[in-house]
């Protein structure tokens, strides 16, 4: 089975802290994804990367920042975290092609104080 | 700009079917797909559709695709309590790019 799994389930950090979530798939896939899931709002897209090293910005980019420095690896970064960034963080993976379903992690909820 | 809409809320009884509707505005998109996320998880793939294709039957699960409309629908035949969560259509355009509804909330009762 494909596992993509999300380091923590629950984060509380404090207004100002820099917020590492961290995101490993077992698949090989080249492409990571981070989403933030909002309610009424959907899934929208922070980063993604399509290989190591190499990222793009998505939707809602601002006051993030991610790190792809293995395959397997796609780390966010909330450089300091506000109260507005408080959220569902989904990290998701898949192949390259053109229909790949993107596989899921179980999500972070992350509540900033 | 591209755009995937749908209601947010949808309450059946049990043993009666749910329909959940999508629209989407891009028409380049090659594949269409349906999610499932129960509460506390990540998204799960229930089924997909090629974007010419007019339906897709899977077991309880019926897809239909208006191209000339951009609307998709999921039918859950026979709902079940298991069924409640949310469901989210997402299409995919080139080959990594998704673009995911607002999600709809089903509540199965009992």
């Known amino acids: 089975d494909v596992k993509v799994t999300q380091s923590s389930r629950y984060l509380v950090k404090r207004t100002g802290e820099k917020v590492f979530l961290e995101c490993v798939q077992d698949?090989?896939?080249?492409?990571m994804f981070w989403y933030r899931q909002d309610p009424g709002l959907g899934l929208r897209l922070i980063y993604f990367?399509?290989?190591?090293?190499?990222?793009e910005k998505g939707d809602i980019p601002e006051g993030y920042s991610v790190s792809r420095e293995k395959k397997e690896r796609f780390s966010l970064i909330l450089e300091s975290a506000s109260t507005n960034q408080t959220s569902m963080y989904l990290c998701?993976?898949?192949?390259?092609?053109?229909?790949?379903?993107?596989?899921f992690g179980q999500g972070t909820r992350l509540t900033v104080v | 700009g591209e755009d995937v809409e749908q209601s947010l809320f949808l309450s059946v009884r049990e043993g009666d079917s749910s329909v959940i509707n999508c629209t989407y505005t891009?028409?380049?998109?090659?594949?269409l797909y349906w999610y499932k996320q129960e509460p506390g998880a990540g998204l799960q793939l229930l089924t997909y559709?090629?974007?010419?294709?007019d339906m897709k039957q899977d077991q309880r699960l019926t897809v239909l695709l208006n191209k000339k409309d951009k609307h998709l629908s999921l039918r859950i035949a026979d709902t079940q309590t298991g069924d409640s969560a949310i469901y989210f259509c997402?299409?995919?355009?080139?080959?990594?790019?998704?673009?995911f509804g607002t999600g709809t909330r089903l509540k199965v009762l009992a």
């Open positions: 998701a993976s898949s192949t390259g092609g053109t229909n790949t379903e993107a596989f």
């Open positions: 698949m090989d896939h080249e492409n």
């Open positions: 990367s399509y290989d190591v090293k190499m990222k």
């Open positions: 891009d028409s380049s998109s090659t594949y």
């Open positions: 559709i090629f974007s010419n294709m």
């Open positions: 997402a299409e995919s355009i080139g080959t990594y790019k998704y673009i």
